[in-house]
């Protein structure tokens, strides 16, 4: 699934300033919330609790700057947001490093499958440091929008589809 497709400019949040892990999760699940395109009800207060129940499982935070926060809830289809953060904050990652991106999930409960198909596409884009230099030096939702979208366009399997 090209990850470009679960986004929109009104769901991705650049350079935003945060002092914490917490406040990150918070903007990520009010904008979740706030940008609900099949109408699911999503509150910003049950996503932000099931993502933080879902960090207390153990962080989400990759490596190289990045975390992919997510978790399950009753609703139609994935929903996303991306964030890049004006400064990193400690979010426990693998490596002991700041998170300064995050791209956050609230995926369908019975979407088993795609779950796992989404986190490991993201994985995959985000262990490229090409990809992470570039989304950093993104100034705006639309130009993080268009990144993503090259950065699908050169996947492999679009390659062969």
């Given at each position: 699934m090209p990850i470009s497709t679960l986004l929109n400019p009104e769901n991705i949040l650049c350079h935003v300033q945060c002092q914490s892990r917490k406040?990150?999760?918070?903007?990520?699940?009010?904008?979740?919330?706030?940008?609900?395109?099949?109408?699911?009800?999503?509150?910003?207060?049950?996503v932000f609790a099931g993502l933080v129940e879902?960090?207390?499982?153990?962080?989400?935070?990759?490596?190289?700057?990045v975390a992919i926060p997510h978790c399950r809830m009753a609703c139609q289809s994935i929903h996303a947001t991306f964030m890049s953060l004006e400064e990193s904050v400690d979010y426990e990652a693998l490596d002991n490093e700041g998170v300064d991106l995050l791209f956050v999930l609230v995926v369908p409960k019975n979407e088993t499958h795609a779950h796992l198909d989404v986190l490991a596409e993201l994985a995959t884009v985000f262990s490229s440091a090409e990809h992470r230099s570039a989304l950093r030096q993104c100034d705006n939702p639309d130009a993080i929008l268009s990144c993503l979208k090259r950065i699908d366009a050169a996947a492999p399997d679009a390659k062969r589809a």
């Amino acid at each position: 699934m090209p990850i470009s497709t679960l986004l929109n400019p009104e769901n991705i949040l650049c350079h935003v300033q945060c002092q914490s892990r917490k406040r990150a999760l918070q903007l990520a699940a009010q904008s979740i919330a706030e940008n609900d395109p099949d109408r699911d009800g999503l509150v910003a207060d049950e996503v932000f609790a099931g993502l933080v129940e879902r960090e207390r499982l153990g962080s989400t935070g990759l490596g190289f700057g990045v975390a992919i926060p997510h978790c399950r809830m009753a609703c139609q289809s994935i929903h996303a947001t991306f964030m890049s953060l004006e400064e990193s904050v400690d979010y426990e990652a693998l490596d002991n490093e700041g998170v300064d991106l995050l791209f956050v999930l609230v995926v369908p409960k019975n979407e088993t499958h795609a779950h796992l198909d989404v986190l490991a596409e993201l994985a995959t884009v985000f262990s490229s440091a090409e990809h992470r230099s570039a989304l950093r030096q993104c100034d705006n939702p639309d130009a993080i929008l268009s990144c993503l979208k090259r950065i699908d366009a050169a996947a492999p399997d679009a390659k062969r589809a």
